[in-house]
């Protein structure tokens, strides 16, 4: 039989009729030019694309980050307001971080919570829509022991739901978030905000589809040793009606309204009950070390203080008020005779 292939003449020949007809003609046309004249259409050079991103259909990306600047700046100024009222609520000191603000899909985030949890839908009018509000147990039991006067003792956390009247006990710190969530956003809307319902279990909720964009923005919350999330979730769809108004720089100056009448009340009236240290400072002086070792009780030790001088009377360590030292029925004590106004710019640098 003889053989298929191809000799290596018949290689070359070959080639080189390929070669010819690529190159172009004397005219300098192109061989497109003769395929069209055969009837064929030549096709446009294409160009490279140099800016190709990956999309994913599992995660839209569909809130601007103008926006979610928007958010960020909006829930700062949020979260320092709520942590003062509720200090004065809870009569201790409770510090509200802002922690993140990201975007992420609905079903994502009910994934990420516990069961149980303390899961509220929120109703914020006009905007469509639920928004969620999220406390983890970690810091929400702690608050339940601060509004029944304990708290003091780090106890370990119960995994459970909520009874009735800690739900009751809980509602005045969703009802005060509520109260600062509203002032937060008045320069962009004014929100009738309201709790439509409350679930221990998140996989029981149907709020978007699991594949609906949402904003989650999370505060941390610290009580003494106690620390916990706290969450507020915030659809795509919810935000949909106010793109502009986050896009806009009315929100900008949210950051700088003056604390309201009744956030100013609460904070006083802690204030009133609360302990804070008086030290009058008599007198100073400087003696060598080895003078210090030889102290013993009795000794007088000299000052270049006057007897008659007032005295310096320090609140928490700032100079407040010049006083006179003296007795008052058989106790050491002090008579206030001027306050100190402010120390001035150039002693603060």
């Given at each position: 039989m003889a053989d298929d292939g191809l000799s290596q003449a018949e290689l070359e020949t070959l080639l080189n009729t390929v070669e010819s007809d690529a190159a172009p003609t004397a005219g300098g046309a192109e061989p497109a030019?003769?395929?069209s004249q055969r009837g064929g259409s030549a096709e446009p050079p294409q160009k490279p694309r140099d800016k190709i991103s990956p999309y994913d259909f599992k995660r839209p990306e569909r809130v601007t980050k103008e926006q979610m600047r928007a958010l960020q700046v909006l829930h700062e100024g949020f979260g320092r307001n709520f942590g003062i009222a509720l200090s004065a609520l809870l009569r201790s000191v409770v510090e509200v971080k802002l922690t993140s603000v990201s975007q992420l899909t609905c079903g994502e985030f009910l994934l990420s919570l516990e069961n149980p949890t303390f899961f509220n839908l929120l109703r914020a009018r006009p905007l469509e829509?639920?928004?969620?509000l999220d406390i983890d147990p970690a810091i929400l039991y702690p608050i339940i022991e601060r509004l029944l006067g304990g708290g003091r003792e780090p106890g370990a956390v119960a995994r459970r739901p909520l009874t009735e009247i800690e739900l009751r006990l809980v509602s005045r710190i969703t009802g005060l978030f509520l109260q600062e969530l509203r002032r937060a956003w008045q320069n962009v809307l004014e929100l009738e905000l309201s709790v439509d319902r409350v679930e221990s279990d998140p996989r029981l909720v149907q709020v978007v589809p699991p594949g609906e964009a949402v904003a989650l923005i999370r505060f941390e919350l610290t009580i003494n040793d106690a620390r916990g999330i706290m969450s507020l979730c915030i659809p795509r769809l919810a935000l949909r009606r106010i793109d502009d108004r986050l896009s806009g720089n009315a929100w900008a100056s949210h950051g700088q309204r003056p604390p309201s009448t009744q956030t100013v009340k609460q904070v006083s009236e802690s204030l009133h009950q609360s302990v804070v240290e008086l030290v009058a400072h008599l007198a100073e002086t400087k003696i060598t070390t080895g003078d210090m070792f030889n102290l013993?009780?009795?000794?007088?030790?000299?000052?270049?203080?006057?007897v008659h001088s007032p005295v310096a009377v320090c609140l928490e360590g700032v100079p407040k008020y010049r006083a006179h030292p003296g007795s008052f029925k058989g106790h050491k004590a002090i008579q206030i005779?001027?306050?100190l106004g402010p120390p001035p710019e150039s002693a603060k640098e």
């Open positions: 030019a003769a395929s829509g639920y928004l969620i013993r009780v009795g000794d007088i030790i000299t000052t270049e203080k006057d005779e001027e306050a």
